[in-house]
């Protein structure tokens, strides 16, 4: 069922999200999220003008997880961002390997790169990604584990 028709309104700002999932032939798991942030209007910020429509933000995150959604390996990049300084955030992202997806781990997060350790926007994808993780993850494990007479052992939020 469709919204209903908005009120007469004008575009200021999108943002879009992305996260897809792939079951890697090593037996080891990609997330991946994408977030890109456009304006209407023209924006002036420390790493240049901005034009309608152009990326504020086009940033990529991949998480390597294995099945009991352990961050085997993380690689954040950075396309477009608003600010000279937004690229420092990268390398504080390789702090989240070996934290393990699930109650609390976002807390965690927010430990190892949370204010001026990192990047608020990298940060931002990686509860929808938490989420596409275990929606991959879970139902791809559960039958493997049935068929061995095992108990599923991921577990999550």
């Not at 309104?9 to 037996?27: K, N, Q, S, V």
């Not at 190892?112 to 991959?136: D, F, K, N, Q, Y």
Request: hydrophobic residues 35%; glycine residues 8%.
């Amino acid at each position: 069922m469709p919204l209903s028709n908005p009120t007469e309104r004008t575009l200021h700002h999108t943002r879009h999200i992305e996260c897809t999932a792939y079951e890697r032939h090593d037996g080891l798991w990609d997330v991946e999220g994408w977030m890109t942030d456009t304006k209407a209007s023209p924006v002036e910020r420390s790493s240049g003008p901005k034009a309608p429509g152009e990326f504020l933000h086009h940033m990529k995150v991949r998480l390597t997880l294995d099945d009991t959604l352990t961050i085997r390996a993380i690689e954040a990049v950075m396309d477009a961002h608003p600010h000279t300084s937004c690229p420092a955030a990268e390398p504080g992202m390789q702090e989240l390997v070996g934290l393990r997806i699930g109650v609390g781990w976002m807390d965690e997060v927010k430990q190892r790169i949370g204010g001026a350790l990192g990047c608020t926007h990298l940060r931002e994808l990686l509860p929808v990604m938490a989420t596409t993780s275990i929606h991959a993850i879970r139902p791809a494990l559960r039958p493997r584990a049935a068929d061995q007479g095992l108990p599923v052992t991921v577990h999550g939020p």
